[in-house]
């Protein structure tokens, strides 16, 4: 296997595929296991592939081969199908056929699985196979049921798999086929219902196969109401003794068939059936909390909750102030499984009361938000019991535990719910749990993590709740238990706009929480409470600027993450920001060299790095960003920014550690972070460092290409770009930029391996454009960067495209923007001349990009540039419109029509005739599906 080339250029021999196989299963060398994998992926990549493939499946000598065949068949039609000529389609039909033909109750299911899952996709793709549904029941429906069931799911689930591009013609063209061959399906699993006896796989592939329908809606909502498969999976919900796969595959079944119901709200006779049917079920649910099965109970909870979410907006807008639309009761056997003892069962509701808050905000109706505010109530009672820590727990609750991610969604979820009931109201519902006669630990805590949650929606003039939990607070005894201590001081910290309206008792908080900051369980909910107080205190905290100086000075004797750390910083620098302008430079000074002796020490004493440790030197550069970032004092024109000496005297630290760690990318994208908020501090007061700065990050970039470094250079375009006496010097950068950039980009998939660097470059280029357009159009470096930027089209990656499309909407932009301009007209000359002469392959790259490379959610950033084109000259986006989609295929893999000749003109009509980016985008979305 060492000597196997991994490019497949010539057919390999079938023994060597085998060798490879049982390589990668079997041998204990894991550098052999590993070039086995390369080498079989490499033979998966090839046209060779097919054959092998095929062979194997025929030969059947082991699992392993057969399950390596089956998945190589089934991705190269998923992904290669255009590969095959179309006159090979019907034998490598027949050929699956026959394969599954072969398969017997001895056959692995997951080889199954594949060779089902190959055959539905090539049912989907091959364009000239007119009836597949009806030929593979009168091929297998005798003797092979598992595997036709297996197909008849799979196939309508692959109908909007991404990969297979279909297209919506092709798309429609077969949803129309299945929906005209659903009444055999619906006969055929008629009949397999009936003959099935006990058999549980059968009743399984039975509901899964109507679920597969149902969900595309190729089963229509008509064909339900009587269906024996429906009333089947009733039955089966009914009993609470039902097999656990099929409870869930009929518990499958019945969702796909509500959330079809939402979509069609004119089917009256079908709702209340189902609805009827459904409400049925509690006395099911109730035997299964008896019996202690959760899974079924998670599973009534899922079926609750989507005929309320499919009944939701009815029952909102049927709903008067007098009476409620019926469907309202469904709410109360939601809020029964909200109060199971399991959180996880309530946790399928949530995003029912996410919807329903979102209703009753857009409505903004009081007798309304009345009409719901009992079941808020309940929700947020269950939900506080659910939040409760076991009786026994010891300590603080493990970040990253799923408990703990599930107390995280559930203050989100109240976050969003709770004007239904009012945030002062659940505030005080909270407090009076807390002042009932033995009330333990864990129901105390519970509640004060709701408290938490709405503290800062609370009136900061409240003062007859408030000052009492925050005077309980504050006397806690030591014996409290420390989950109770924590949850209240970070309840403190989320009270900080009710503390800055009393201000009497900020010294006495202050206190308590550098007390807090000394307990190694209590310090990081203490800084985190702390920079609320400080952010939301700043003009009532310059006064205890010593106090926090001393915390800043000692925050590695705090046991407190060093997210925890920079909040603090963050705090304590926006209240610099506001003190007077004489002490800023000295308490800046402090609170920056805290940071700087540490990686002075680094550098100077070459101490290895540990990740997440002081020997780390991004902890020092996040630290000092954070202080460089918040730190903002107001400046008079013509004064000196009071931290400019202290960044220039902070500078040559900087320095040293861009040599130091230069060849580090992770140190040194948080090195170039921190110099560009130290840059941005102080704005053009930097000047003195712009020479300096260019010419390091220019000679580091020769030997590093780390994209940061083209990042930090468009923040100093930014900066100095309209200086005069800058420019000629950032266009040296950038050209200095340009080379080294283009060699990693024109590697082999440079452009997708470095997605970072697309992005970061035309940022820069983006920043030129704004501040020294016409010496960037007139640059040496711009055809080489436009080539760059028209290859780029087509990434699709989310910022870098965005990035390049950015470039193209600023580059067009400049030719007509502020005609008042005295370099107007030489702009206007420039960009007038670049349009002419890439605008064909520019307007060709984007729709090609559109319809065959981007998500969906990229294409606005396209339509702003085509809009762009369009206000410069549309009679020629029209041409090159025109010319661009005659190079667009016209069929698809499978010989099936992409786009016909009257939606081609209705697409070019419609972007012709777009007057805003948002009709353009809209236009886009539509066509792109035509080839998706």
Request: charged fraction near 20%; glycine fraction near 4%.
């Amino acid at each position: 296997m060492s000597s196997q080339v991994f490019k497949m250029d010539t057919p390999p021999c079938l023994d060597t595929v085998y060798q490879a196989v049982f390589t990668l299963y079997h041998n204990p060398d894991t550098s052999e296991k590993e070039k086995a994998s390369y080498w079989l992926q490499a033979l998966q990549r090839s046209v060779y592939s097919w054959k092998v493939a095929d062979e194997m499946l025929r030969e059947k000598r082991d699992l392993e081969s057969c399950y390596f065949a089956a998945q190589t068949m089934r991705s190269k039609i998923q992904y290669s199908f255009l590969e095959l000529p179309q006159e090979a389609h019907i034998s490598l039909r027949d050929s699956l056929v026959e394969h599954i033909g072969q398969v017997n109750d001895a056959t692995n299911t997951v080889i199954v699985t594949q060779l089902c899952l190959a055959l539905a996709d090539l049912a989907l793709q091959m364009s000239s196979w007119q009836s597949p549904v009806l030929d593979l029941i009168n091929q297998f429906g005798g003797k092979h049921l598992g595997p036709l069931l297996e197909i008849l799911t799979v196939l309508p689930e692959e109908v909007n798999s991404r990969s297979l591009r279909l297209g919506a013609n092709r798309r429609n063209e077969i949803i129309l086929s299945l929906g005209m061959a659903s009444g055999t399906v619906i006969q055929f699993l008629k009949s397999c219902l009936s003959n099935s006896g006990d058999n549980t796989q059968i009743h399984i592939k039975i509901l899964r196969c109507f679920t597969s329908w149902i969900s595309i809606q190729a089963i229509t909502l008509a064909d339900v109401s009587e269906n024996i498969v429906i009333a089947h999976a009733f039955n089966v919900l009914a009993n609470h003794q039902s097999t656990p796969g099929v409870h869930e595959a009929a518990t499958d079944c019945l969702c796909a068939l509500l959330q079809c119901l939402e979509d069609n709200n004119n089917q009256q006779s079908l709702e209340l059936q189902l609805f009827t049917g459904v409400m049925a079920l509690e006395e099911s649910f109730h035997l299964s909390v008896a019996h202690e099965d959760q899974d079924k109970s998670m599973n009534y909870c899922r079926i609750f909750t989507e005929l309320a979410e499919s009944f939701l907006e009815k029952i909102v807008n049927g709903s008067t102030a007098n009476e409620a639309h019926y469907a309202i009761k469904i709410l109360n056997l939601v809020l029964t499984c909200v109060g199971h003892h399991d959180y996880e069962v309530a946790e399928i509701t949530f995003n029912l009361w996410y919807r329903l808050s979102e209703e009753l905000y857009q409505k903004n109706s009081e007798p309304l938000i009345s009409m719901f505010k009992p079941y808020v109530e309940r929700l947020i009672e269950s939900l506080c019991r659910h939040c409760e820590m076991e009786p026994d727990h010891e300590g603080l609750l493990e970040d990253g535990e799923d408990f703990a991610d599930f107390r995280v969604k559930v203050s989100e979820l109240i976050k969003d719910v709770v004007f239904i009931v009012g945030s002062s109201n659940c505030f005080r519902q909270m407090f009076l749990s807390l002042q009932q006669t033995n009330v333990t630990w864990h129901s105390s805590e519970a509640a004060l993590f709701v408290m938490q949650a709405v503290a800062k929606n609370i009136l900061p003039e409240e003062n007859e709740v408030v000052p009492k939990v925050v005077e309980a607070i504050l006397h806690l005894p030591e014996t409290t238990h420390i989950a109770v201590r924590y949850t209240s001081v970070l309840l403190l910290g989320e009270l900080c706009e009710w503390i800055e309206k009393h201000p009497q008792s900020l010294e006495t908080i202050l206190n308590f929480l550098l007390y807090c900051l000394q307990q190694p369980q209590l310090a990081s909910a203490a800084a985190i409470a702390l920079q609320n107080i400080c952010s939301a205190c700043q003009d009532h905290m310059t006064v205890h600027f010593n106090g926090l100086l001393q915390i800043i000075q000692s925050l590695d004797t705090f046991r407190i993450t060093n997210e925890a750390a920079i909040g603090l910083l963050k705090g304590v620098s926006l209240i610099l920001g506001r003190m007077p302008g004489d002490q800023i430079q000295q308490a800046m000074k402090q609170i920056c060299w805290v940071q700087v002796n540490p990686l002075n020490h680094l550098i100077e004493n070459d101490v290895k790095t540990e990740r997440g440790t002081n020997s780390d030197p991004v902890l020092w550069f996040d630290r000092l960003a954070a202080i460089f970032r918040h730190t903002k004092p107001p400046v008079d024109n013509g004064a000196v920014h009071p931290c400019q000496p202290v960044i220039t005297e902070i500078w040559p630290v900087l320095s040293k550690a861009c040599n130091k760690y230069q060849g580090d990318i992770r140190v040194m994208e948080r090195c170039c972070r921190c110099l560009r908020f130290a840059v941005r501090c102080v704005g053009k007061q930097s000047a003195h460092l712009l020479e300096p700065l260019v010419q390091q990050i220019v000679m580091l970039y020769q030997v590093n290409q780390h994209s940061c470094f083209l990042y930090l250079g468009s923040i100093l375009v930014d900066e100095y770009g309209s200086e005069p006496g800058c420019v000629q010097g950032l266009l040296d950068m950038l050209q200095a930029f340009i080379a080294p950039t283009m060699r990693v980009l024109q590697e082999t998939n440079g452009l997708k391996n470095h997605p970072d660097t697309v992005d970061d470059l035309f940022r820069l280029c983006a920043r030129f454009l704004q501040r020294m357009p016409v010496q960037f159009l007139q640059a040496a470096t711009l055809p080489c960067i436009l080539d760059c930027a028209l290859l780029a089209c087509t990434l699709d990656h989310r910022d870098a495209n965005a990035s390049v499309m950015k470039f193209f909407c600023d580059l067009i932009h400049s030719g007509r923007h502020r005609p008042e301009d005295e370099a107007y007209e030489v702009r206007q000359t420039l960009v007038k001349s670049l349009i002419s002469e890439r605008g064909q392959v520019l307007v060709s790259n984007l729709i090609h990009a559109s319809v065959l490379c981007l998500h969906s959610y990229m294409l606005s950033d396209v339509a702003d540039v085509i809009m762009e084109l369009m206000y410069t000259d549309r009679a020629a986006v029209s041409q090159w419109l025109q010319n661009a989609l005659q190079s667009l295929p016209t069929q698809n893999s499978g010989g099936s029509v992409t786009a016909t000749q009257t939606q081609l003109a209705d697409f070019h009509q419609l972007l012709t005739r777009a007057e805003d980016s948002k009709a353009i985008t809209h236009a886009l979305r539509g066509f792109a599906r035509l080839y998706r």
